[in-house]
């Protein structure tokens, strides 16, 4: 079932056990420690159908049962003590970033009607995908599994045609390091893909962009930035 975390004029969604409706809608309150967003809950999860991790992977949901709490961790830091394994997180782990802690409210989630032919063309394509607030707007956020990577991005409907943008590799800190590495990438990727490019978030950090005229152009445009995202990763692991 999806389920949205909704914080003054943005939210984000997970899909859990469908029997999480028993104790919708609540409120709760929204707290980062380290690299993870945590919120209690009423549900009471039965741990015997769980599997336990002290280890967790990024774009999991987690139930910690001290809290009766929900974590969604979109880092490199890991539980404080055991977690059990409850659902998916669909989007951009740079999207967690931005949610402001407080008081939040978790209700059932619903694909936005209006963006729909994007929303089913993405799921055709295989992604996981929702539609939660960003500053107050309805984006698309579209999450998969890939070749062993999460592969996540965001669309957006323009005039001109659909704005795509990946996950966020790392913040770009303008050093000559991270220069020569840009260049690098940005090089190979140009001459793998013809309409992918290395390229700078909003919050400064490197990704993947690229823009499809219409639904035509989609698949073959994700496509190609799926190719290069798993480059780019398997080039930074190695670096």
């Not at 309150?29 to 919120?39: A, D, G, Q, T």
């Not at 009471?44 to 049962?65: C, F, I, M, T």
């Not at 790392?170 to 140009?190: C, I, M, T, W």
Request: proline share 4%; net charge negative; glycine share 6%.
């Amino acid at each position: 079932m999806l389920v949205e975390v909704l914080s003054r004029d943005d939210s984000f969604v997970i899909d859990v056990p469908d029997d999480i409706a028993n104790v919708l809608p609540f409120k709760s309150e929204l707290i980062r420690w380290k690299e993870e967003l945590y919120f209690r809950t009423p549900y009471e999860a039965d741990l015997s159908s769980l599997k336990r991790y002290v280890r967790v992977e990024v774009g999991k949901a987690y139930y910690w049962p001290p809290g009766k709490a929900f974590c969604i961790f979109y880092g490199i830091s890991e539980p404080y003590t055991e977690v059990y394994l409850i659902g998916n997180y669909l989007g951009t782990l740079s999207h967690l970033r931005r949610i402001n802690e407080g008081e939040v409210d978790i209700r059932k989630h619903e694909l936005y009607g209006e963006l729909s032919p994007l929303t089913e063309s993405l799921i055709k394509l295989g992604y996981a995908v929702s539609t939660p607030l960003s500053d107050g707007v309805r984006v698309i956020m579209a999450s998969k599994y890939l070749g062993g990577a999460r592969i996540a991005l965001s669309a957006t409907k323009e005039d001109f045609g659909i704005y795509i943008e990946s996950d966020s590799f790392f913040k770009y800190s303008e050093g000559p390091q991270d220069l020569r590495l840009a260049h690098r990438l940005k090089h190979k990727v140009n001459s793998l893909t013809n309409s992918v490019r290395l390229d700078l978030s909003e919050d400064g950090y490197v990704c993947l962009t690229a823009t499809a005229n219409d639904l035509t152009q989609l698949a073959a445009v994700v496509n190609e930035l799926e190719y290069a995202y798993q480059y780019v990763l398997k080039e930074l692991i190695a670096t």
